[in-house]
């Protein structure tokens, strides 16, 4: 009788029914539970009692038989009570990473009722050696390294290669200057810049807490950071900036990516420089001649197989991150741009100073001036 996929349901529901209308101390606990997983106003209770209503009277037999051989009942009320209990963590996942939502941020520990940031002790009195400040906790590196040395020479080769990009440029970080890391994660490239910072203002923001508060916990002095959100609006004065930089930040961010170069427009100076990294058709050509079983190339392969995308002639294009193939819970964007159609989109707003390929990793670098 119960055999079929909608027989096991009707089931499932007849046991949460009896559970609803029993009236021993149990069921009343358990009548709370579930009302509180079926109800989310007050005309929505109205029409699950119809409903409830309506299927009891279509499910009498069932129900009956259900009374009579109770055996399966405390397996599934566990089982809607577990579901209630996980149903706030699952939907909180959802809504921090689903990609098409903005004005979110992660937050330091989303699952705790409580936390405490402990009282740092450390106090930074020599900036002169960015290698001997603070190491952040692995799991904070964002997939960078797998050593202390491989974490510092990464950060150390990116901003040495955007420095010499500036240096060309006849651009250099003076003293007295503001700087803005915008995604500047645990600050793997800003401290390659405390020498500079002890004698200007340094600012480094990002959407993660956790990140954050390790670093305004040990890289503070000489560095500034706040937790930011994705909704394209930072706390600064119009043209408050001499420089900000963007490491593998807009190579994430999708249709609000033209908002975000205008809000850095906004608090950059007349002059001053503006430096991203992209992802373009060389970072696809190159990953695919340099590492073709690295994860973004497989997931690129994925994407073309079931559009075709990379024989065909695009301005941009961004697909969802998955985790485990679920594509109702995607992880992050990717996006990849023709880089003629970026320097159009930028072109009335910003002097394109130089286009640099594999800049960053296989990333394209583009440096920008505020007209």
Not at 16 to 34: A, D, G, Q, V
Not at 82 to 94: G, H, P
Not at 235 to 248: K, L, Q, R, T
Request: aromatic share 12%; charged share 25%; hydrophobic share 40%.
């Amino acid at each position: 009788m119960f055999s079929s996929r909608k027989g096991h349901k009707r089931r499932q529901f007849c046991e949460m029914y009896l559970s609803h209308t029993c009236e021993n101390p149990m069921k009343k606990f358990l009548r709370k539970i579930i009302k509180k997983v079926v109800t989310v106003g007050a005309m929505e209770i109205i029409e699950n009692q119809r409903v409830i209503l309506k299927e009891v009277e279509e499910n009498k037999a069932i129900i009956a038989e259900i009374a009579r051989k109770n055996e399966n009942s405390q397996k599934v009320i566990a089982e809607i009570t577990e579901n209630y209990t996980n149903l706030r963590s699952t939907i909180w996942d959802l809504i921090l990473e689903h990609t098409h939502l903005s004005g979110k941020f992660f937050p330091y520990k989303s699952q705790a009722s409580f936390y405490h940031i402990p009282k740092q002790h450390n106090i930074i009195e020599n900036y002169g050696n960015p290698a001997t400040l603070p190491i952040p906790p692995k799991h904070l590196w964002e997939g960078y390294a797998e050593t202390d040395e491989e974490f510092l020479n990464t950060g150390n080769v990116h901003i040495t290669t955007m420095m010499e990009i500036l240096s060309k440029d006849d651009f250099h970080i003076e003293s007295g200057f503001r700087v803005m890391e915008l995604g500047c994660a645990a600050a793997r490239m800003l401290r390659w810049l405390a020498d500079k910072a002890s004698s200007g203002e340094f600012w480094g923001v990002d959407i993660c807490a956790e990140h954050i508060i390790w670093c305004q916990q040990n890289l503070t002095p000489p560095f500034h950071f706040f937790t930011t959100t994705t909704e394209p609006h930072l706390p600064f004065p119009d043209e408050y900036f001499d420089f900000v930089y963007a490491g593998s930040v807009f190579s994430h961010i999708s249709e609000l990516a033209d908002f975000w170069f205008f809000e850095l427009r906004r608090i950059i100076r007349k002059g001053g420089r503006l430096y991203v990294t992209i992802h373009d058709r060389n970072t696809i050509d190159r990953l695919f001649e340099t590492n073709p079983t690295f994860f973004l190339a497989e997931q690129l392969s994925k994407v073309d197989k079931e559009t075709n995308i990379l024989s065909t002639e695009f301005d941009m294009f961004t697909f969802a991150m998955f985790s485990n193939d679920d594509k109702r819970n995607p992880k992050g964007a990717m996006v990849f741009y023709d880089i003629d159609y970026l320097k159009k989109k930028l072109q009335d707003v910003f002097q394109i100073k130089s286009i640099t390929q594999e800049a960053y990793g296989l990333q394209t670098a583009l440096l920008l001036e505020k007209k």
